[in-house]
């Protein structure tokens, strides 16, 4: 039977990306629609999907789970732990620190390329942060950078380049702060701010890099193609 409430749960991904296990207590427990047993814990390690990011992976005890948003709670559960833990019990989760790393650099790495392409008169009109296919899609304007032609386009191309790259060098700290009206924002010193719920890098130094290969458009918008990785933690 699902009980549970998503007030009652803390989305300790949000508030630490380097926190990658912990202790908590099962606080619902259910099936889904094809009779996969789930579970959903007081302290939550783990990011759904959502936002143009991938989710996390990882283990309760020794179970390997995929965390999804559960609509009629509203509560992150975590799919694949059978046989299942039943409320009240007491489970030790991990995420795999590695993909969150990835995923960390990768959302950043996103931010920063919009923040770059914002600076070209484009706006945001979507984004994928994921492994290998990460880019961020924008609406030219009039009065915005032109990309009639192959040259134009690997001009500001480069222009991206090197934009990214004065804000990495220059190692602009990574905050998050909750607006007015609840929102969460993300900010990357004063160049950007965005409203989001991913993960991210302490600081735009702890990218390894971050590789825009290709500047495109298609169908009236931009895509600018990227890739990331977070350095080692030291």
Not at 26 to 36: L, P
Not at 94 to 121: I, K, M, N, P, Y
Not at 169 to 177: F, G, S, Y
Not at 213 to 226: C, D, F, H, M, T
Request: proline share 5%; charged share 20%.
């Amino acid at each position: 039977m699902v009980h549970g409430n998503s007030a009652l749960q803390g989305a300790l991904y949000l508030d630490d990306t380097h926190l990658t296990e912990i202790t908590t207590s099962v606080i619902a427990a259910g099936r889904d629609e094809a009779g996969g047993e789930w579970v959903a814990v007081r302290d939550n390690l783990f990011h759904p999907q959502g936002g143009g990011q991938p989710a996390d992976r990882g283990w309760v005890g020794e179970r390997e789970v995929v965390p999804v948003r559960h609509a009629p709670t509203g509560l992150v559960v975590l799919t694949g732990a059978e046989p299942g833990p039943v409320e009240g019990d007491v489970v030790h989760t991990r995420v795999d620190a590695g993909l969150r790393l990835l995923h960390a650099a990768l959302h950043t790495a996103g931010h920063l390329v919009e923040a770059a392409s914002r600076a070209q008169g484009w706006t945001l009109a979507g984004s994928n942060h994921f492994p290998g296919q990460a880019r961020i899609e924008l609406t030219p304007s009039e009065t915005g950078t032109q990309l009639a032609d192959a040259e134009d386009r690997d001009k500001a191309a480069d222009r991206l380049r090197a934009f990214v790259a004065t804000a990495v060098a220059d190692d602009l700290p990574v905050t998050a702060e909750h607006d007015a009206g609840g929102r969460r924002i993300v900010r990357l010193g004063d160049l950007h701010a965005a409203p989001c719920g991913g993960t991210h890098v302490r600081s735009l130094a702890d990218l390894a890099h971050v590789t825009i290969s290709a500047v495109k458009l298609k169908k009236g918008r931009v895509r600018v193609s990227y890739s990331a990785s977070h350095k080692p933690l030291r």
